[in-house]
């Protein structure tokens, strides 16, 4: 019994969301609580009694502002900088696996069996590659049948027509039994195409030796 907790997707998704939304209410908070500061307020009435008594000028006046202005191109430093790791993180653990099936699935719809799908990971998407690997190896013992199909009708068929070629006895019900076992050529012919197109897994690794 596998013991390894699975990961859920959306859970995943929603706990990237949330630190992108605590990063930017934490800097806000931050933010708010500076400008609502009892000292800033008291600074900038010195500043505003000392203008009236020309001892600073209207640039020193608003040099706490100016702080706080810098304060907050750095917060939204910090919010960007967030944000960009945690795309980052959604990318590498969703966006990445989801490209990876995506092109894999590609190939085998192209009829390339040997394609397995690959996640490390226990949600969605790992259970979602392993359905189109099960999928696929159905896909291949259904070809690998068929084609095993199409070779023993050939040679049923090519026994049975050198049987009734070989009859000095050529009658009508022969012609219609030859015709008929070449129409059943024909399918068995458009049936071993068909599984040609496709490369199994098993004769991938004997091409390979």
């Given amino acids: 019994m596998n013991s390894k907790k699975k990961d859920n997707l959306q859970r995943t998704m929603i706990m990237y969301f949330m630190l992108i939304v605590c990063a930017a209410l934490l800097v ?21 009694e000392k203008l009236s008594m020309s001892q600073l000028s209207k640039i020193q006046v608003f040099e706490p502002m100016e702080e706080l202005r810098n304060k907050a191109i750095l917060m939204i430093g ?6 960009i790791i945690v795309l980052t993180m ?47 190896t159905n896909l291949q013992e259904v070809t690998m049948i068929a084609s095993n199909m199409s070779d023993t009708g050939e040679r049923c068929i090519s026994h049975v027509r050198k049987l009734l070629e070989d009859d000095l006895n050529h009658n009508e019900k022969t012609k219609e039994i030859l015709g008929e076992l070449e129409q059943l050529q024909d399918d068995f012919d458009t049936l071993k195409f068909f599984t040609e197109c496709f490369q199994l897994k098993g004769m991938s690794e004997k091409s390979n030796d």
């Fill in 28 to 48: 806000t908070v931050e933010f708010v609580f500076d400008v609502q500061s009892p000292e800033l307020k008291d600074l900038l009435l010195k500043n505003f």
């Fill in 78 to 83: 910090i919010i960007m900088y967030v944000t």
């Fill in 90 to 136: 959604l990318i590498k653990n969703i966006t990445g696996p989801l490209q990876h099936m995506i092109d894999l699935s590609k190939k085998i719809s192209d009829g390339d069996l040997t394609q397995t799908i690959e996640i490390d990971s226990a949600n969605e998407l790992s259970q979602l590659g392993g359905v189109i690997n099960e999928m696929s």
